[in-house]
């Protein structure tokens, strides 16, 4: 397998994934966007796929990596290329319906989380970015007291943390799965969290972690020895809000979530355990399922009107005038860190 070239990412600043017809979507694939100055959104490239709804960046190399969830499972490698990403490489999840995946900073591990049967895979990287022939795999067992979505485990999303310390949610055990480097399970095992919280994404920031409850509508904060030391309601609009994906501002100002009931986002000042809230705005579209944050915009993936929204951030804060772009069930935002092949002015 020849390298990919460095310097040559492709002409866009944004990449959208999402659910594609044979994943009860409607879109394309990967779907690579131009994001003007003034927050306007325009499709310069698309590739085929099959259900991407996550998808992350080499730290070095111009390489995409992306989940394809479906019932058997798929991990992709893509080129960025001038044309468009280019498949590579496609290779088993290693379980059912891949959600997330994340690669560790020094570029030596792919991490999947493959929410149907909460397995969790773990592929080695070569030099030029590929994956190993064969992932180690890490099944775990449980449920929770939800009898709907916690019959059994669903691993949501991986993250590597202080110390490249993986950690992984399991909304079905209500757990917090970690893993030392080298892909070794913690000695003490996973972190037992709040019952029936339904674990989802979570963010670290000053010595503690912030995690969205899917199914109790919470944002709890834990501190490094993940003890419960704070915590609030996502959305000021009650029951049900579904909050999905939560986001650190760069300057540690804001913490942003997603709430998918309602269709907001809600903005917090973080103070250690404390969260203040300082406002709840719409999202400008429906089932806000991710958001990608940028020191002026938010960059929305609205799952279930078809769209990507882009809010202006003015002092941390979304403001009104939201721009949207059209592109089929996006489940992804990523906000690509390198400059582009054309000389532009690069990420916004």
């Known amino acids: 397998m020849s390298r990919p070239q460095t310097g040559t990412p492709t002409s866009g600043d ?9 994943t009860d979507g409607s879109g394309p694939g990967l779907t690579v966007v131009r994001a003007d100055p003034s927050g306007g959104l325009a499709p310069v490239a698309e590739a085929p796929a099959s259900g991407p709804s996550f998808v992350v960046e080499h730290p070095e190399l111009p ?4 989940v394809l969830e479906r019932p058997d499972g798929g991990v992709a490698v893509f080129a960025e290329e001038p044309g468009g990403p280019r498949r590579l490489a496609e290779r088993p999840s290693g379980g059912s319906f891949p ?6 900073p020094d570029a030596e591990w792919l991490a999947v989380a493959n929410y149907g049967d909460g397995t969790v895979a773990a592929y080695r990287l070569d030099d030029d970015g590929m994956l190993a022939p064969d992932p180690l795999l890490f099944r775990n067992e449980g449920s929770g007291p939800d009898p709907e979505r916690q019959r059994g485990p669903h691993a949501h999303q991986a993250v590597f943390g202080p110390d490249r310390v993986l950690h992984v949610t399991d909304l079905g055990t209500d757990e917090m799965r970690r893993f030392l480097p080298g892909m070794v399970p913690h000695p003490e095992g996973p972190v037992r969290l709040a019952p029936g919280s339904g674990p989802r994404h979570f963010v670290h920031h000053q010595e503690h972690w912030y995690v969205t409850g899917e199914l109790d509508g919470t944002v709890r904060v834990y501190d490094e020895d993940w003890r419960e030391v ?5 959305s000021e609009s009650g029951e049900h809000n579904l909050p999905s994906h939560i986001a650190v501002s760069a300057d540690g100002r804001h913490l942003y979530v997603g709430n998918r009931g ?16 300082v406002a709840e705005v719409p999202s400008g579209g429906h089932w806000p399922r991710h958001f990608a944050v940028t020191p002026d915009r938010l960059y929305v993936a609205e799952q279930r009107s078809d769209e990507v929204t882009a809010l202006d951030l003015v002092d941390g804060l979304p403001r009104a005038g939201v721009r949207a772009m059209g592109v089929g069930s996006p489940s992804c935002v990523l906000v690509r860190s390198r400059a582009t092949a054309t000389g532009d002015e690069g990420p916004v």
């Open 99 to 104: 959600c997330h995946v994340a690669i560790d």
């Open 230 to 234: 704070g915590g609030t309601a996502a």
């Open 63 to 66: 390489l995409l990596y992306a």
């Open 14 to 22: 944004l990449v959208i994934g999402g659910y594609t017809p044979d």
């Open 262 to 277: 309602p269709d907001t986002v809600t903005v917090f000042a973080p103070d250690g355990p404390r969260l203040e809230r």
